[in-house]
């Protein structure tokens, strides 16, 4: 049916909205970038000055190799696991909805929770290294969240705590809709279970590999709260991420220009992965 | 798709058994120390043992942190922080599912040009990192007298949260049966009528899905907390965060996990009540198209 006023009049708000919040704001912090403002928005233009000088902070490439890292790992950790819960999961076992649940219920949490949880529990005064200590083992030593060249590991380990399940959902589903005669057919032929996995099912799992991926790459790039409930970005700036950069630099230190370049640097890594994804979904829902 | 016959195999199965045993105390490992550990009393958790039960059961450190706790200039506890979470999740859910149940009306049942690039847009801003819109976010709050309220927070997460509500209830309505539509249509029924007669009262599944799903996000939610909200209007979030990480002196680690416990009650609880829809949401947020 062709669209009248009403209904024209009814989305409106929203389109103004989106418009204006997102595509408006995104403008605004791109023009911001290309200023020289530092308490204040200032509007004259200073051209590509912030992004030099946002390359030139040595706090930027830590928090560029940091996300790198942390990326990295978060994203390769999580699919693997993810995969493997799901599999498991897929054995045909009893209470497959408890586990399932057990092993998801950590999405539902806040990361400043989940940050909360494992700051304690990675804390060699208090946590997992006392604990064992505690139980007789006295040369345990776990410092990681203390030591500057290992906290980015435990920004991961909370982080794919947090997500596994996630995955696994996602895998779980695609599992599910595998062509079940193809398996049955390798069956007859009298192929073993993880050969049935290897070379039949994981190969048809292609979509799903890729919409894990750009989803947690995306929440990689975004990733703040968790890195600031657990390690506040330290020790020193060793878990800096450039969401960190980006509130510190234009909350903080007021160089706001310097922290919009970096915003608009990372609103381009995220388009980087998630565009080519999204027009890729949005032709296969035109070709039907 | 499991092997049949290797039910069978015994050794197999108690091994797969044993793995998915062991995954899962490791899963519950952080809860189960946050809610043991708070209610244990400090020396206990210091000079003790952070997986072991409780020797004196004490709830001082669950009384502390609702309502003594020193987070602003005040010792408030989380209470005013926990109802402000409230006060900001009922509204923002309510008017952005509402928002999203109307635009995913439209957009599936009316033709108009552009429609497609409007929803690609709306798709995208799903994505964005919110560190693009903080600047001038902030700018708008202040112009609009909402900067460090609850009433700001709500905008900005009724803002952002539109593009998940329409993406929702536009492929719930993509799939509804078009010949209901065209009946009613037939039997004189006008905009509204096929809305809140044909299409709302079929929502239903699809309504929790969203109703969870934006719940869980702003209850959850950090950032804009941080950064539009002060003393008066923060979320439990930031409330935790400070309570957590900028109290100076000794550290009371067992008001702490009271703390975060506290703080993960509501979406735990959705999550333990409705988990299958809340597994449905997720994976709705994560197919797109």
Known sequence: MRAGALPKLLLSPSVLLVLVCVYGYIMFTIYLSFTSSTLMPSYEWAGTTSYQRLFAQENWHVALSNLWVFASLYIGVAVVLGLGFAILIDQHIRAEGAFRSIFLYPMALSFIVTGTAWKWLLDPGVGLEHTMHDLGWESFAFGWIKDSDMAIYCVIIAAVWQTTGFVMALFLAGLRGVDAEQISAARVDGARTWQIYLHIIIPQLGPVFVSAFVILAHMAIKSYDLVIALTNGGPGRSTWLPSVFMYQYSFTRNEMAIGAASAVMMLAAIGLVVLPYLFSEMRKVKNG | ?289
């Open chain 2, 1 to 289: 798709m499991a092997d049949r016959r290797s039910t069978g195999l015994r050794a197999d199965r108690i091994f797969l058994y044993a793995v998915l045993l062991c995954l899962a105390v490791l899963f519950l490992l952080p809860v189960y120390v946050m809610v043991c550990n708070s209610v244990k009393p400090l020396d206990e958790i210091r000079g003790g043992n952070l997986m072991a039960l409780p020797i004196v059961w004490t709830i001082e450190p669950w009384l502390t942190a609702w309502s003594t706790a020193q987070i602003g200039v005040q010792p408030t506890g989380l209470k005013p922080y926990f109802v402000n979470s409230f006060l900001l999740v009922v509204p923002a859910v309510a008017i952005s599912t509402l928002i999203g149940a109307l635009n995913g009306y439209i957009l599936t049942q009316f033709r108009f040009r552009g429609a497609n690039l409007l929803f690609a847009a709306m798709l995208f801003s799903v994505f964005i990192p919110f560190q693009i819109v903080l600047i001038p976010m902030a700018k708008t709050l202040g112009v609009l007298g909402l900067a460090g309220t609850v009433k700001g927070l709500v905008f900005v997460n009724v803002v952002y949260g539109i593009g998940f509500t329409t993406l929702f209830f536009r492929n719930y309505y993509a799939a509804f049966p078009n010949e209901l539509i065209r009946s009613a249509r037939m039997d004189g029924a006008d905009f509204f009528g096929v809305l809140f007669r044909i299409l709302l009262p079929s929502s239903g599944p699809i309504i929790v899905v969203t109703v969870i799903w934006q719940f869980t996000n702003i209850w959850n939610e950090f950032l804009f907390g941080a950064s539009f909200s002060d003393y008066s209007s923060f979320p439990i979030t930031v409330a935790l965060n400070n309570l957590v990480n900028s109290s100076t002196g000794v550290k009371e680690y067992n008001v702490h996990f009271a703390g975060a416990f506290i703080a993960a009650i509501p979406t735990l609880v959705v999550y333990l009540v409705s988990g299958k829809y809340f597994v449905r949401g997720l994976m709705a947020g994560s197919v797109k198209g």
